[in-house]
Each structure stands twice: as C-alpha cells, then as structure tokens.
C-alpha cells in the first residue's frame, strides 16, 4: 500500500475563499484538461486554469507563499512529511458532472529536458471546495487494490500520496469540484528513509511542546518512538 498523509485545514480559510473566487469568476481562463494527460486522453474529464495564463501563476505563487511563509500546525505537517526541496507549480482543476479521472499513476519525472526538471516523489491534492456541495469526485488512492482509502476533505483540507500509487477521481454525479494539486520532490528519495525522518521529526515537534509531561502526551511520544524503532530494525536486519 502507497503512504497515504490526510492534512486537515492545510489552507486557511480566507486563502481558500480568494482561491474559489478567483476560479469561479466570469471569464477564468479555463482549458480542456486533456491538453495535460499522457497517452490516454480518455481517462481524463475535467477542465484546467491555462499553464500560460497570468492567473495560474499568481494563484500558484500565492498557495506556495503561505506553505513557505509562517508555520502553523498543518504546514509543519506537511514540511515533516514531504522534506521537501521544491515543487512544481499548482495546477487547478475543474471538475463538474460527468468528469473524473480513472485509474493512472502520476509522472516520476515531471518537466523532462527542460531546466525545471524535477524528481515527482509526492503527489498532493488541496480540496478548495466543501464536500457537500458536490456528489462524487472522491480521491481514491491505491485504487487498484481492495480496500482502497477514499477522501472528499473539507476545503482547505489536503491529501499527500505517494507519486507511484495508482489513483482515480471518481465521477463527479452533480456539483463542481475545485482542487489545486503539486508534485513534490524531497530532499529524502528514499520512501522508508523519509518516513522514519517524519516520524522523529513529529516526534521533536510534540516533545518541544508545552505540557510535553502529560500522560497521555507521554503515551503518544512512546508508541511512536516504537514505530520508529521498529522501521529502523526492519530496514537493517536481513
């Protein structure tokens, strides 16, 4: 099963709302969003904020801005499990009745033979829209397996995954849906490597804090120590 990170509340509100303003107004430079699928265009039924357009990069800079900018809970979250040294630029997408996305699996390299070719080791999915206010468009992860995990976040709300899982948007039935997505690349290409430096990372972050003493502070601290633990022997033993 590919790593699976739900972040709640990635975004701020108020970021979110410009965001879905900015997308939902007259004349956004919407585009077909075949024109950025592989070799099977069929699989894709959505529609894109132009690459080239002026609104894309300043939405794009705008998102990047807050996930650099001050910390809060959920951006340290996000920096403790992605590590990341960049990103590519948001891309939005639109998808109404009828859209979705069936099974794929996202580039590993994204931007091949140009200067800004990256190394895609985290896909990650912002949900700029509430979950009630469409049917459908769920994003399952793993989809090819049993039992595959299902997520429709409140807006702001993200999920980071494993760029090699295989993964679907379900068909959007009625509503629209609005997501930002990014490919990450990390410091730390090794999977199990940088879960286990997310972990001691969460791990600093919860021990620096006020009441680290609690009980049941205490508790949380020690099972993940041996999560931890448990990785590192793992991966050493033969």
């Not at 990170?5 to 965001?19: Q, S």
Request: net charge neutral; glycine share 8%.
């Amino acid at each position: 099963m590919a790593q699976v990170y739900p972040i709640r509340n990635l975004l701020a509100p108020g970021l979110v709302a410009e965001l879905r303003a900015a997308l939902q107004a007259e004349g956004a430079p919407w585009v077909d969003g075949q024109q950025t699928v592989g070799r099977d265009g069929t699989k894709k039924r959505n529609h894109e904020i132009a690459a080239d357009s002026p609104l894309r990069q300043e939405l794009s800079d705008k998102v990047s801005a807050y996930l650099r900018g001050p910390l809060t809970n959920e951006t340290l979250a996000f920096r403790h499990v992605c590590d990341p040294r960049r990103w590519s630029p948001f891309l939005f997408s639109r998808t109404g009745p009828g859209g979705g996305y069936r099974d794929h699996m996202d580039s590993a390299v994204m931007f091949r033979g140009s200067p800004e070719e990256m190394r895609s080791d985290l896909s990650m999915t912002i949900f700029l829209t509430e979950p009630d206010s469409y049917q459908g468009g769920e994003l399952v992860v793993d989809s090819d397996m049993p039992y595959a995990p299902t997520f429709k976040m409140a807006a702001g709300g993200a999920v980071l995954y494993a760029t090699n899982a295989i993964h679907r948007v379900a068909e959007v039935t009625a509503g629209e849906r609005l997501v930002a997505v990014i490919w990450i690349e990390s410091r730390i290409a090794d999977v199990g490597t940088r879960q286990i430096n997310a972990d001691l990372l969460q791990v600093m972050s919860v021990l620096t804090r006020d009441g680290a003493c609690d009980p049941e502070i205490r508790e949380s601290v020690v099972t993940k120590l041996e999560k931890v633990r448990s990785n590192v022997v793992k991966r050493h033993t033969a």
